[in-house]
């Protein structure tokens, strides 16, 4: 850890940065200081202004890309081995680059990307700075794109997209955005901002602020509504794509549509579903359940995929755990654990809030159903699931130590490289129906358009390239199949026949017509103004935590999930 002097130096810099004036902010040259917490796991982020010597000094020093390349590689390879969680930095100053890749996600391979990205990052002047909550926020720095010039729009247009967790599809995303630049005479500066440390989040919240910054940024499923206030309206955008490919997904339009129309264009990029990744060979031996029959690398249900309940689950769930691989089920706040159990209770129709936004937890019987069967299944659940963090999960299947997790295809990307045999025998397929229908867990990514942009023309003309067939399949074949289309139109590519081992793993892994499922995102349909606020705090995974760990009546239960509904609804 940094020592006593250097980190008082490091809050005068800091308390000199929240002194400036906003205009002058925007001219400091600013550094990221990660620190590591002292077991190793990482630590915090914060901007540092740096004098104008020093700035000089790093901007001119050569960085040694094979040592970064062998570093992180090196670290990441013991990493992955322990399920790809690894600490992001020791005690160091790093430019403002975002570091690339999600390490809960796709382990050594995304921290490769990251020391790529390291190696290409610059050090200097950033234009993006607020601040959030009273502390100094940075906006992550750019990775440098060619500029490049075309035909038609004309001007600059500057777009702050996800840093992908694979890190092909970055590459992907660069030569479409390039050609486009190109072809229409556009000066494009692309910065990829990755979602570790919340820097996309981050940049969202400074340039909101700010009222400066980036064209055109990648927000998070909920962000859209957040900001629809500050985006700019593309109604005209989404009627040619809906006429082109029909209509988005409604979980798409639910968190998009806001201010009377779309404020965003669903984004390809980082777009995922969270259905089942499971061992093909242990279900079959332990639970007598052939996933790869039921769900078959083609446009048809097989035999018994009528029977995939949740009833069918908790009795695999039950063979599984005493067969010692339980299903890896988290079941704390984190997204991962927000997500799977929110597409339960839809597919129970226990909804918390329904589309008006009355309260319905007393007065819909179907809340104390899954609850009820929420206890039952949670008896096969190791208990410490209660803890898990997002990484866990994916470290039971990659480990062997699991029979199914719900999760995209990183998981089965990390074993590919570094667990094969149990990447070859990794099915992926829709989660289990219930009552009232079949919904799968869908996280959505947007591409909005700031409203005080001054290439608002070419940051629409730009979106909707980046939507037509041709572009969405270039970044569904970069990310090996884990980006999902907005359309159901655009479910067909050969991407997601061919990857493997084993070949078609991953064709069941976006939702199509033949599966009758639909996505979902937890708490809807709930106003997306309560909505967020329920899916923030976790509430249904609280819910069944109070009932299984702290053996909670039904009643309290309930009580206090009302009473946390009702405070958001006053705000």
């Keep these: 850890m940094p020592d006593a002097a250097q980190s008082s130096t490091e809050e005068r810099s800091l308390a000199r940065l929240l002194a400036a004036p906003r205009n002058a902010i925007a001219e400091v040259p600013i550094c990221w200081v990660v620190t590591a917490a002292e077991d190793g796991s990482a630590g915090q982020y914060y901007g540092v202004a ?50 690339a890749g999600d390490r809960a996600r796709l382990g050594g391979q995304a921290e490769a990307g990251a020391g790529r990205a390291a190696a290409e990052a610059r050090i200097g002047p950033t234009r993006r700075a607020a601040l959030l909550g009273g502390a100094a926020v940075v906006a992550a720095g750019a990775l440098p794109a060619p500029s490049v010039h075309g035909q038609t729009t004309g001007g600059r247009l500057s777009v702050g997209f996800w840093d992908h967790w694979v890190p092909p599809a970055n590459e992907v995303m660069r030569r479409i955005v390039a050609e486009w630049g190109e072809k229409n005479h556009v000066e494009v500066q692309l910065d990829l901002i990755t979602s570790v440390g919340n820097k996309l989040l981050l940049t969202v919240t400074s340039e909101a602020q700010a009222r400066r910054g980036h064209d055109v940024l990648t927000f998070g499923a909920w962000g859209v509504r957040d900001y629809s206030h500050l985006l700019e309206p593309v109604d005209e955008v989404m009627g040619r794509l809906v006429q082109q490919h029909g209509p988005a997904n409604p979980t798409a339009e639910y968190l998009a549509k806001g201010e009377g129309g779309w404020r965003a264009v669903p984004a390809t990029s980082g777009t995922q579903y969270k259905g089942s990744a499971a061992r093909m060979d242990l279900m079959r031996q332990h639970a007598g359940i052939d996933v790869q029959a039921m769900y078959p690398a083609e446009p048809r249900l097989g035999p018994d995929a009528d029977q995939w309940t949740w009833e069918t689950f908790l009795t695999a769930a039950r063979k599984c755990n005493a067969a010692g691989v ?28 329904d589309a008006r936004g009355n309260i319905t937890v007393r007065g819909n019987d179907r809340v104390g159903q899954i609850l009820d069967y929420a206890a039952r299944l949670f008896q096969h659940i190791p208990n410490e699931m209660f803890a898990a963090d997002d990484a866990t999960n994916n470290r039971a299947l990659i480990g062997g130590r699991s029979a199914l997790i719900f999760n995209p295809p990183s998981a089965w990307a990390v074993a590919k490289r570094d667990a094969p045999q149990v990447a070859e025998q990794t ?30 023309p070419a940051a629409k003309a730009l979106l909707e390239h980046l939507s037509q067939r041709e572009q969405v399949a270039k970044m569904v074949a970069g990310s090996e199949g884990y980006d999902i289309p ?26 199509r017509p033949h599966h009758g499922a639909m996505p979902s995102i937890a708490c809807e349909p709930a106003p997306p103004e309560i909505g967020v606020r329920m899916y923030q705090q976790g509430v249904q995974a609280r819910m069944i935590a109070r009932l299984v760990q702290n053996k909670e009546p039904m009643d309290r239960v309930l009580a206090w999930a009302e009473r946390e509904i009702e405070g958001f609804k006053r705000g």
């Design 50 to 99: 740096m004098p104008a010597n020093r700035a000089r000094r790093r901007q001119e020093a050569k960085v040694d890309d094979e040592a970064n390349h062998t570093t992180l590689r090196d670290a990441n390879s013991d990493a992955s081995r322990n399920g790809g969680h690894v600490p992001r930095a020791q005690d160091s100053i790093r430019s403002p680059r975002p570091i």
């Design 326 to 353: 339980p299903f890896a089920l988290p079941a704390g706040t984190f997204t991962d654990a927000t997500d799977w159990i929110g597409a339960m209770f839809r597919c129970f129709g226990a909804d918390l809030v």
């Design 427 to 456: 099915w992926h397929f829709p989660s289990p129906k219930g009552p009232v229908g079949q919904f799968v867990p869908h996280q959505p990514l947007f591409w909005g358009i700031w409203s005080f942009s001054r290439a608002k």
């Design 486 to 511: 907005p359309f159901a139109s655009l479910t067909d590519f050969d991407t997601w026949s061919t990857v493997g081992p084993p070949r078609g793993t991953v064709f069941n892994y976006p939702l």
